[in-house]
T-cell receptor, first 111, second 114 residues
Framework: EDQVTQSPEALRLQEGESSSLNCSYT??????LFWYRQDPGKGPEFLFT???AGEEKEKERLKATLTKKESFLHITAPKPEDSATYLC????????????FGKGTKLSVKP | NAGVTQTPKFQVLKTGQSMTLQCAQD?????MYWYRQDPGMGLRLIYY???????DKGEVPNGYNVSRLNKREFSLRLESAAPSQTSVYFC?????????????FGPGTRLTVT
């Protein structure tokens, strides 16, 4: 059964304090691993897709990496506006595009 | 482009009432999805439509029906609402079902069943 586990559930950082969020996954034939950002009261916003182990993608202060068992979302020198819930999802080889989501990591960045 | 739009934004129903949630996308995507999001549970797939004319059950389909009206529109119907269906409902779309294309989400419908 495809499964995604995110840790920690919540993370509090000071502005400028870099850290990483973890996404561990079990999936048959990974087609893609996705990172989303979700602000309170809004729909998830797409950030990255990673397809194979060793792949990395960056956007502003965010960098996503992928291994065969997990993905990390590294946040460098975060700002208060980076506060949100970050969701990880996988698409397995047998799916019709449907994603399996983790429960998310709620990030708070204090000024 | 509006992306993915959903109506209504908020709804309160009484147990046993019915309603239809509407979703439309203007990105010419082939696939559309309905998810529900509950505290501590994450996003769970209710139904999806890989392409126009097809629909399939997801992880939590009981109590729901869907209609892929055309390539743009995908509706979710609650025939007899129950308090367990209190949730936030998100519609999403993607270009193609069997390749790892990202999904784009709408703003959500917040449903309360009393």
């Amino acid at each position: 059964e495809d499964q995604v586990t995110q840790s920690p559930e919540a993370l509090r950082l000071q502005e400028g304090e870099s850290s990483s969020l973890n996404c561990s996954y079990t999936v048959s034939g990974l087609r893609g691993l996705f990172w989303y950002r979700q602000d309170p009261g809004k729909g998830p916003e797409f950030l990255f897709t990673l397809y194979s182990a060793g792949e990395e993608k960056e956007k502003e202060r965010l960098k996503a990496t992928l291994t065969k068992k997990e993905s990390f979302l590294h946040i460098t020198a975060p700002k208060p506006e980076d506060s949100a819930t970050y969701l990880c999802a996988v698409q397995g080889g047998g799916s019709q595009g449907n994603l399996i989501f983790g429960k998310g990591t709620k990030l708070s960045v204090k000024p | 482009n509006a992306g993915v739009t959903q109506t209504p934004k908020f709804q309160v129903l009484k147990t046993g009432q019915s309603m239809t949630l509407q979703c439309a996308q203007d990105m010419n995507h082939n696939s559309m999805y309905w998810y529900r999001q509950d505290p501590g549970m994450g996003l769970r797939l209710i139904y999806y439509s890989a392409s126009e004319g097809t629909t399939d059950k997801g992880e939590v389909p009981n109590g729901y029906n869907v209609s892929r009206l055309n390539k743009r529109e995908f509706s979710l119907r609650l025939e007899s609402a129950a308090p367990s269906q209190t949730s936030v409902y998100f519609c999403a779309s993607s270009l193609h079902p069997s390749t790892a294309y990202e999904q784009y989400f709408g703003p959500g419908t917040r449903l309360t069943v009393t």
